[in-house]
């Protein structure tokens, strides 16, 4: 049999992908308003059949017809939330994804949280149609009448805004046309097609809907095939308590079949095993997490959103894979679900996170692996003492690496007295990216607190002027040397400062780092006098520099060693000339 494929939709904050949802579901309960600021926060999941389709395009007969020689049957729409932030969650739920919409605001064009969409689903290879939304926001637009039909002015205006995002696209290598434009279906293979919509005025659905089907029926067949005695396969989107019924768990069931009775394994370094108590669906185009009533079933079968209530779902969370399996392999199955889960790759010295859901640490996990920043901890659940104390000792050698990221959860009263008593730094709030943001703000303002701390080799056969100023090749062997910095030698001797930094073919630089080799001018430098041919200077810090409480916590290993050889040179040039002057 042919499933329906799973969907998902993708794209920046407040372009409109939630109400793009809501206007596919015509629900009209504009699921926008009950999530907090307008940003769906975890991922919610929408089944739309064929009948629901073929009602939104009843009066198009050309539509119609196309409609009845299919043979998908209808979307399932998985809607993650639209930050970079949430990558993570992206990427787990792209790799069961057949297909993706990417919804950007035709006014504001390409952003970056679109860009890392758009990377994540080439990575996995999931094929994508974009909807140009918020149409209706241009001068004169009539959204009774088709974008190739308006008037010569707003066609105008609509034409300078798409090319826009098609010379954004092609800067990352992406070709896109208009829709209108594939006449056939290998088309679809060459470039990726463009959907104007108004999503908040159900305007363009039925072109952006009948793209998504028509791609499905002609190049997705063969992998939405699944047969319905498989053991079922599936992801949970959300865990949570629902009044009258208890602990549930909502899954995107993405292959084979789950019953009433099954036994199911639930992913996780501890997996869980329990019995399936009940099946619940939500009603036809509700979207499964604002549905107020359920219909209960014996099975359901791939691809579909299903609620499953079960005893022993305490520890179950959003992100989690589940596995329907026989008695006779619970162990087999447990320990690939362990394996499916994964861990998060830690070291000695690294920043502490601490999250609602599992999907939230691996967004994080994943963002942080991005940008470098290593994570000695992470894991969902509460900040404790432990925790506290344990980052406290982290910052204790490296002060940029002593915070927590909390995100989405509440710091309880005698946690937050140990992290003002600690004077800890803690980073908390809802969105993942914008706590990122403020990190490596505030981990350049504690950059801005640290002396230029360098060491280079002056290389004996790269001599070129011996003075007025010195000019001689170097080589970085820690640090980073920049224009302007104040040398000395391995005498303590200020030599002059770096007047300036060449690269290949003669072009001035700011700066040069650890194993670079570059011609550098020094003024007041002389060979032979106060810089030795294959001698080694070092950067000039004054004593309250080098004397600086806390330096060391502020530096890396590399940048912490120099700083020590600096201190002895120092300390040995005061004794010197403690001693001639006895």
């Known amino acids: 049999m042919i499933r329906n494929p799973i969907v998902v939709v993708v794209g920046h904050v407040d372009h409109g992908k939630t109400t793009l949802l809501d206007a596919i579901r015509r629900s009209r309960l504009i699921v926008t308003q009950k999530e907090a600021g307008g940003i769906t926060q975890h991922i919610g999941a929408t089944n739309i059949t064929l009948e629901h389709i073929s009602n939104l395009c009843e009066n198009n007969p050309a539509y119609q017809n196309f409609i009845k020689n299919l043979k998908v049957r209808g979307l399932l729409f998985i809607d993650t939330p639209g930050h970079e932030a949430f990558m993570a969650l992206r990427k787990r739920g792209s790799s069961i994804a057949d297909l993706a919409i990417v919804v950007i605001d035709i006014n504001k064009g390409v952003e970056p949280q679109t860009k890392e969409s758009i990377k994540i689903l080439k990575e996995f290879k999931v094929p994508f149609v974009i909807a140009s939304n918020k149409v209706d926001a ?90 319905s005695d498989t053991p079922g396969e599936g992801m949970i989107l959300e865990a ?59 099975e359901a079968i791939a691809a579909c959103g299903i609620k499953i209530y079960a005893e022993n779902l305490k520890d179950a969370e959003g992100g989690m894979p589940i596995y329907v399996c026989k008695a006779q392999t619970i162990d087999e199955t447990k320990a690939k679900a362990k394996t499916e889960t994964g861990e998060i790759s830690t070291s000695q010295n690294g920043v502490i996170i601490r999250t609602d859901t599992l999907g939230a640490v691996e967004a994080f996990a994943y ?124 005498e303590g001797e200020l030599v002059g400062s770096i007047m300036g930094i060449e690269a290949k073919k003669g072009e001035k630089v700011p700066s040069a780092k650890t194993g670079e080799e570059v011609p550098v001018s020094i003024d007041k430098g002389e060979i032979g006098k106060n810089i030795d041919k294959d001698g080694i200077l070092y950067s000039f810090l004054t004593f309250e520099e080098t004397s600086k409480e806390g330096l060391e916590n502020l530096l890396d290993k590399e940048e912490a060693d120099v700083l020590e050889e600096i201190k002895q040179i120092k300390r040995e040039t005061v004794t010197k000339k403690t001693t001639h002057v006895k």
């Open 138 to 227: 241009i001068m004169g637009w009539d959204t009774n009448e088709k974008f190739d039909n308006q008037q010569p002015d707003t066609n105008e205006q609509f034409y300078t805004k798409f090319y826009n995002i098609i010379g954004q696209l092609n800067s990352m290598n992406i070709n896109a046309d208009i829709f209108t434009n594939f006449k056939k279906p290998d088309d679809y293979k060459e470039s990726f097609a463009i959907v104007p919509i108004a999503a908040i005025a159900d305007y363009g659905i039925k072109d952006l809907l009948l793209v998504l089907m028509g791609i499905a029926n002609k190049f997705l067949l063969n992998k939405l095939g699944t047969d």
């Open 240 to 298: 949570r308590d629902v009044t009258g019924i208890g602990k549930t768990i909502d899954v995107i069931m993405y292959n084979g079949k789950i019953s009433k009775g099954d036994t199911i394994v639930i992913g996780g370094m501890e997996p869980i095993v329990t019995k399936v108590k009940n099946l619940l669906l939500s009603p036809e185009s509700e979207e499964m997490r604002l549905a107020k009533k359920f219909n209960t079933t014996d």
């Open 367 to 490: 963002l942080l692996d991005k940008e470098g920043i290593p994570i000695s901890n992470a894991r969902a659940g509460r900040v404790t003492k432990e925790d506290v104390i344990m980052a406290s000792s982290i910052a204790e050698t490296d002060k940029k690496l002593g915070v927590i990221f909390v995100f989405n959860i509440s710091l309880a009263s005698d946690v937050e007295n140990l992290i003002y008593e600690k004077k800890l730094k803690i980073f908390k709030g809802d969105v993942i990216y914008r706590l990122i943001e403020e990190y490596k703000e505030w981990s350049r303002n504690i950059k801005k607190e640290v002396p230029n701390i360098a060491k280079m080799h002056v290389l004996s056969n790269y001599i070129f002027r011996a003075k007025n100023p010195a000019v001689v090749g170097v080589r970085v062997l820690a640090g980073e040397i920049k224009t302007g910095m104040r040398l000395m030698n391995m």
